[in-house]
Each structure stands twice: as structure tokens, then as C-alpha cells.
């Protein structure tokens, strides 16, 4: 049985940082591309990083790109994601997700879940 837990959010104030952790198991996890997504109140799922199979190929989402960084240490079977200068913004619940081997940016594009973790940054 696959399963992803998330962990490492919290309440920060704004300009602060956060490392994110999401340890898999009961999956080849060498295998797999890993996504972070987050939904805030009231919003669709949306893409956040995701990063592929090896840790040699990661993706970001525009808006993110230089605050957020997505790595992973295929011999923890873990994936970060590490926040820096957080804004009010940022509030959302955070998610991992996996896939087979290669990244994609879709929510439907994903086998499997964590029950995410909430972030929350205050002004």
C-alpha cells in the first residue's frame, strides 16, 4: 500500500521560511517523479514543483521560481520542498504527490496523495 505523509508546516510570518517534508513508502520510490501542489480556501489544487525519478530534472511554477526548491533523497524515500521570503499568499494546504518516473504539472497526472500539510503566513 503506497503512502505519502507530509510534514513541516506551520504558522510563519511573512518573510519567513519553511522546509516541507512528504516520506513515501510502499512504492519503488527511485521510480517515481514527485509533485508538491497546494490549495488555498476556496481555490482549485494547483501546481507548486515537481521534480523527476533521479532528482535531476526539476519544474517550478512560474510565480514560485527562486522562493521555492524541490529536491529529494531517493535513499530516505523523501522530497522536500524548502519556502523562503513567504508571503500571506502562500496560505494553502500542501500536498505530495507521486508518478511515474516524469514529471508533469497536471493534479490528474498523479497516482498518489499525501493528506498535505497546512502552511499559513501571516502579515
Known amino acids: 500500500q503506497v503512502r505519502l505523509v507530509e510534514s513541516g508546516g506551520g504558522l510563519v510570518q511573512a518573510g519567513g521560511s519553511l522546509r516541507l517534508s512528504c516520506v513515501a513508502s510502499?512504492?519503488?520510490?527511485?521510480?517515481?517523479?514527485m509533485g508538491w501542489f497546494r490549495q488555498a480556501p476556496g481555490k482549485e489544487r494547483e501546481f507548486v514543483a515537481a521534480i523527476n525519478y533521479s532528482g535531476g530534472t526539476a519544474e517550478y511554477t512560474d510565480d514560485l521560481k527562486g522562493r521555492f526548491t524541490i529536491s529529494r533523497n531517493n535513499a530516505k524515500t523523501t522530497v522536500y520542498l524548502q519556502m523562503n521570503s513567504l508571503k500571506p499568499e502562500d496560505t494553502a494546504i500542501y500536498y505530495c504527490?507521486?508518478?511515474?518516473?516524469?514529471?508533469?504539472?497536471?493534479?490528474?497526472?498523479?497516482?498518489?496523495w499525501g493528506p498535505g500539510t497546512q502552511v499559513t503566513v501571516s502579515s
Open positions: 504527490a507521486a508518478r511515474s518516473l516524469f514529471i508533469v504539472r497536471t493534479v490528474g497526472g498523479y497516482d498518489y
Open positions: 510502499g512504492l519503488t520510490f527511485s521510480r517515481y517523479a
